[in-house]
């Protein structure tokens, strides 16, 4: 805990006490601010002490508290006159000093002090009315006790009243009992808000707060700053505390006094402020965003010139890839990136020797193995010729000794949760001063916190990593060609926060050289929309092979997405296209409608579809539409994430995408491509170039299968069609020009064939050929029982049908019709 600084204030009253009588008056009372250790003795005496008791600061050290002090610890308030140095009237306060209050305690007293030398009075001595407050000091170090002291009359001079209830006033209200049930679940929690704290410290400090009642002002891992701490001060330092004293003196109306002791406090409260006013300064500029990239270079920047002339930070390797946290402590072969590095040398100076990419380890005698391995700041007044040189070893042929030699360095940890996430290498020019121990209290405590902002950022990639790991693993490889039609995608993660989200599309081949086009949004962004998207996308794919109609298909997913919990929401696109009917079956859940350009005049239009409820709200019915398309027709299905920006109207993005979809282009890709670049210049020029949203855009060219490319066959349930069926299809074949397919082909139907008028209820067998990207045989019988592989012995008379199908077939499957069942099987077409 930092107990303050000399120029304290009591409870209540602004920071900066002067010393001046005038100053008081205008509202600035001088606090004395003296320490006790655990054997009662006074182990720090500030200079406002020393003001107010008259006893200088080396008499004071060391000293019984009882001897000095007016405190009691078992008198409330002390009224009568007391003789300075009488420690029989403090009796009470001897066991309390020894054993450490329990609680905080204020008072009041009169005393009769020693005379500053050169004070009016001949007897030397005067008398002081005293308001003080005594706090206990909980933590490893000798400290138990703070006791903060200030002249009555001169609160009263300042317009406190003057009566007993000043103190009140004036002293904090304390609660000397707290039952707080949530402790517990606070220690654990803190560490994860402050920087390199452990779940001990963390209790330590809960109780300190919840059952002592007093704040903890600031907690510190990397260095213990004394009350007064003894470090050197800039000129610049320097004239801002006169000019800061000059002013305030005037103010009051009153020459400003010219005491050593006045000028070192102020000298030592002006740069307690601007290290402060630093550190406030940095931590505005880094975690401005949780890109981890941007955030290095925040940190880097943030220090030179003001703090160091040179600042190269180094992270673990898996911190820069956005992995999981960093296992283990580091050691010699540990790789550290060099990330970024800054400086206000001349340009270029740094860039061969130590290039930003580079990645190196570190042995066992450097300061920065020191460093990475403690955790602690390592600083070194100025780097030798020996230690420049044994730098110097791990760059190779690259000479850096005229780049470090002579200057001062601090090596920071960057340390989140008690891991060192990575270090930053501190350098000053010769000529500037030295870092200093209290450099290195500053340089440790931006470090901490920037060790906390790059673990956020590290965080958040590593969790868009996974996010846009899963989702990429979910995104299907649609083939560029299926049957009777040509598709090419494009999905665009998010540009902003929240970059992966639930979007897809995907497309399935179904029976009847059908294929099912599919483009859905799941409704949030980030990992769990992700891991929804593919829950959603395998029950589409599942249920569009049982060949489910688009609105039955639709509805299923929908209660599929009740059971599943209520933030299963979702809005669907599911169409349907048959190359050989030359027609688009489509149904529709909350989704934006597709746009379809038309081959014959190049005209598009968004069709009208029944938007339907999107999956998950549930009771609302679906319907399906039947559109008639041409051979060439092109079908574009996307996500809101293309169309829609905040602030502008989604009818601008949807004209957008309908002119833009009808533009020709050489190939698919290059549509695809056009469309993203007019949508996104539309909503540039109108200032809505923001797109946060990720965006799915699946686009299908409507080719068709004409007539002359399917040949069809109704066959009576008699075995001897099975022989007429061989007949047909090597014909067929030959006329085709598939010869070469047609011993193959005339096996594997006969094999259907017989199966299917052996199980056939009445109705005749449909047989047909289609030639696509592959020969595609159906075989329809009106038996709904799907059949199986089976595993037929050396004596079964049945059971090979299907193994010589799924040998000799490219691909093969089965799929249940209106009236019974379809089997199928596909043969690749021979090169020509």
Request: net charge negative; aromatic share 4%; glycine share 10%.
């Amino acid at each position: 805990m930092d107990r303050g600084t000399d120029r304290d204030t009591p409870p209540g009253r602004g920071p900066g006490a002067e010393a001046a009588e005038p100053a008081s008056a205008a509202g600035r009372v001088p606090l004395a601010v003296v320490v006790v250790d655990r054997e009662g003795l006074v182990s720090h005496w500030s200079s406002g002490a020393r003001r107010l008791f008259g006893v200088p600061k080396e008499e004071a050290i060391g000293q019984p508290a009882l001897d000095l002090l007016p405190v009691s610890g078992a008198l409330p308030d002390v009224d009568e006159d007391l003789p300075y140095g009488d420690s029989a009237a403090y009796d009470g306060l001897g066991p309390s000093l020894n054993r450490g209050l329990s609680y905080p305690a204020a008072g009041r007293a009169r005393l009769t002090v020693p005379e500053p030398a050169g004070a009016a009075t001949p007897e030397g001595r005067k008398r002081v009315d005293v308001l003080w407050w005594a706090y206990p000091l909980v933590g490893p170090g000798p400290e138990r006790l703070l006791v903060l002291a200030a002249d009555a009359g001169a609160l009263h001079r300042a317009g406190a009243a003057d009566d007993a209830s000043a103190v009140e006033r004036i002293a904090p209200g304390f609660a000397l009992h707290t039952d707080f049930p949530g402790a517990e679940h606070l220690a654990r929690e803190l560490p994860g808000i402050l920087p390199g704290m452990s779940v001990g410290e963390s209790s330590r400090v809960v109780s300190q707060v919840l059952e002592l009642g007093y704040p903890v002002l600031e907690f510190s891992r990397s260095e213990r700053v004394p009350v007064t701490p003894d470090w050197g001060v800039s000129r610049r330092v320097e004239r801002r505390a006169r000019r800061e004293r000059a002013a305030r003196a005037a103010a009051a109306g009153v020459t400003a006094s010219a005491d050593p002791d006045d000028e070192r406090d102020d000298l030592e409260h002006t740069a307690v402020r601007e290290r402060l006013e630093f550190l406030n300064e940095v931590s505005g500029r880094i975690g401005t965003s949780l890109d981890l990239s941007r955030t290095i270079v925040e940190v880097s920047k943030a220090v030179v010139p003001r703090f160091t002339d040179v600042a190269g930070t180094y992270l673990r390797e898996q911190v820069v890839a956005g992995e999981g946290f960093p296992d283990g402590v580091p050691d010699t072969t540990t790789l550290w990136h060099r990330v970024a590095l800054e400086h206000t040398d001349e340009p270029g100076r740094w860039d061969d020797v130590v290039p930003v990419g580079e990645a190196m380890p570190f042995p066992a005698h450097t300061p920065f193995f020191q460093c990475m391995t403690t955790g602690e700041p390592v600083l070194v007044p100025r780097i030798s010729e020996e230690m420049g040189h044994a730098i110097a070893a791990q760059f190779e042929k690259r000479d850096i000794r005229p780049l470090i030699s002579g200057r001062s360095m601090l090596v920071v940890p960057l340390k989140a949760r008690q891991v060192v996430l990575g270090f930053m290498i501190l350098l000053r020019h010769p000529e500037r001063a030295e870092f200093n121990d209290m450099d290195r209290a500053t340089g440790a405590e931006l470090a901490a916190r920037a060790g906390l902002v790059l673990d956020n950022a590290r965080m958040y990639t590593h969790q868009e990593n996974v996010a846009e790991t899963l989702q990429d693993s979910m995104l299907p490889r649609i083939p560029a060609r299926l049957a009777g039609c040509d598709i090419a995608t494009r999905y665009l993660p998010g540009t902003l926060l929240g970059r992966v989200g639930g979007d897809w599309f995907d497309s399935v081949k179904l029976p009847g050289a059908r294929t099912a086009l599919v483009v859905g949004d799941v409704m949030g962004h980030g990992l769990n929309s992700a891991a929804m998207m593919g829950q959603f996308r395998t029950a589409v794919q599942t249920m569009a092979a049982l060949d489910l109609p688009p609105a039955q298909l639709l509805r299923n997913l929908d209660a599929l997405a009740q059971r599943l919990g209520d933030t299963y929401l979702a809005t669907c696109l599911y169409a349907v296209y048959d190359p050989i009917a030359g027609e688009l079956h489509l149904a529709n859940a909350g989704h934006i409608p597709p746009v379809l350009v038309r081959a014959s005049d190049g005209r598009s239009e968004l069709l009208d579809l029944p938007t339907g409820a999107p999956i998950g709200v549930g009771g609302v019915p679906f319907e399906a539409v039947r559109v008639r398309v041409e051979p060439g027709d092109r079908l574009v299905m996307c996500t809101d994430g293309l169309v829609e920006v905040r602030g502008e109207d989604i009818g601008v993005g949807l004209a957008a995408l309908c002119e833009s979809a009808a533009h020709p282009a050489a190939s698919m890709d290059d549509a695809c491509d056009a469309i993203i670049r007019a949508l996104a210049a539309t909503f540039a020029k109108a200032g809505r170039g923001d797109r946060k949203d990720d965006v799915a855009l699946l686009m299908a060219r409507l080719g068709g299968i004409g007539p002359d490319q399917v040949a069809e066959w109704r066959l009576p349930l008699t075995p001897a069609e099975v022989g007429r069926a061989r007949a047909v299809v090597r014909e067929q074949l030959h006329d085709w020009g598939l010869g070469r397919l047609a011993d193959t082909t005339e096996l594997l139907v006969s094999e259907l064939v017989t199966n299917a008028v052996r199980h056939s209820r009445g109705r005749p067998v449909a047989l047909r050929l289609v030639r696509g990207e592959t020969l595609l045989c159906e075989v329809d019988d009106d038996d709904h029982e799907l059949p199986t592989l089976l595993s037929a012995g050396p004596d079964d008379e049945r059971g090979r049908g299907l193994r010589v199908v799924t040998t000799l077939a490219r691909e093969w499957g089965t799929s249940r019709t209106g009236t019974g069942k379809s089997v199928w099987f596909e043969l690749t077409l021979p090169r020509r």
